[in-house]
């Protein structure tokens, strides 16, 4: 009973995933081919909406659900750890035709295929948990 909260959160984002076409291949092509708006839109309302919680949380001095206040850290100087780390995310998402979210959505959907996606994911994580400590942060 104490997932469910989770569980309808996950759901509201499985729809509102899906009737955005956030979770189309197709979509996905057409971003990263420079072909349509859609995507860049979706992510720039999610940017926006972004900064308007960090802010809230900031002004507001919300706590977190345990009651702790919520603490961000100051940003990193290290440029090229971004650079590579989003790279490696991107030429993933690119091509699979998702990422995290909605490669999850995909797999609900019935399209099995992503299940190797997803498979993979579960390794690439794996590995990086491996190498972490090896790794510069």
């Known amino acids: 009973m104490q997932f469910l ?3 309808l959160a996950g759901t509201v984002f499985g729809i509102v995933m899906a009737k955005s076409e956030a979770i189309s ?3 996905i092509q057409e971003m990263f081919r420079f072909q349509s708006f859609h995507m860049y839109g979706i992510i720039g309302v999610a940017v926006v909406t ?3 919680g960090v802010y809230l949380i900031k002004k507001l001095g919300l706590r977190d659900i345990s ?3 919520i603490v961000f850290l100051p ?3 290290s440029v090229i750890r971004y650079l590579v780390g989003g790279s490696v995310f991107g030429m993933g998402w690119a091509l699979s035709g998702a990422c ?3 490669m999850i959505v995909n797999i609900g959907y019935g399209y099995t295929a992503l299940v190797i996606v997803f498979l993979f994911s579960l390794v690439g994580t794996f590995l990086y948990g491996l190498v972490m ?3 510069p942060h």
């Open 100 to 102: 995290p979210g909605p």
């Open 67 to 69: 009651g702790n206040p």
């Open 25 to 27: 291949w197709y979509r």
């Open 133 to 135: 400590n090896r790794l």
């Open 75 to 77: 940003k990193e100087k």
């Open 50 to 52: 972004g900064v308007i």
């Open 5 to 7: 909260k989770f569980i």
